[in-house]
């Protein structure tokens, strides 16, 4: 039983290993793009829609609705990026269904890229709201002594964020293939639906805590001590 799919290597092109952690991500990828046009291509107003453009627009409002609640500002700016990494780990996630897939997000090195898209993301919507001066600022609030404290609370919570959608995914993934070999009929069907509920809430709290770390970063002072208590309440 493979713990991560990195373990899997389909072929190799010279020191480059094509694990089932890379092929899958371009399959997801790809899947999401061609789905993405598909659904796009043709976009009415006229309010006999198709299925899919009806489906999207719940989607994208229901998405922009979250982060207005969160950020409590103009969603418009923040649901290319949080929309995606939503999109993605769910789309990662529910194709657990088919047979031979392995979750990307099963992978320390895909969640590590995650929550490095998010490390980077955090500053740089804080910059471009609060500007430079005022978003260094913060990490020596209260005093300057608290510099390190800060950096290292930043280092911290993105590792947490990998670690946790890395964990979950994978014990789901072992607890699976373990029943399947004592108990191959019925009750792995069970697990396996409540693993793709699991990995689709992994997904909504992924994206939450994302924007909630933007939140902090671009709210005004005012509102910062309400974004550090929704990221608090989001870790635990």
Known sequence: MNISPDEIIYCQFGPVPITATLAFTWAVMA???IGSWLITRRLTDHPHMSRGQNMLEVLVLGMQSQIREISQQDPARYLPF???LFLFVAVCNLLTIVPGYQAPTGSLSTTAALGLCVFVAVPVYGIQTR???????????????????????ELSRTLALMVRLFGNIMSGAMI?????TIVPF??????QALGLLTGLIQAYIFAILAM???????RVKGNQQ????AANEGDD
Do not use: C, H, W
Request: net charge neutral; no cysteine; aromatic share 14%.
């Open 31 to 33: 899947l999401m793009v």
């Open 82 to 84: 949080v929309g995606t």
């Open 131 to 153: 500007g430079l001066r005022s978003y260094l600022k913060q990490y020596m609030e209260p005093n300057v002594f608290m510099l390190p404290f800060n950096v290292i609370g």
């Open 176 to 180: 699976v293939a373990i029943l399947l």
């Open 186 to 191: 019925f009750f792995p069907v069970i697990m």
């Open 212 to 218: 909630v770390y933007i939140a902090s970063a671009t």
């Open 226 to 229: 309400a974004a550090d208590g």
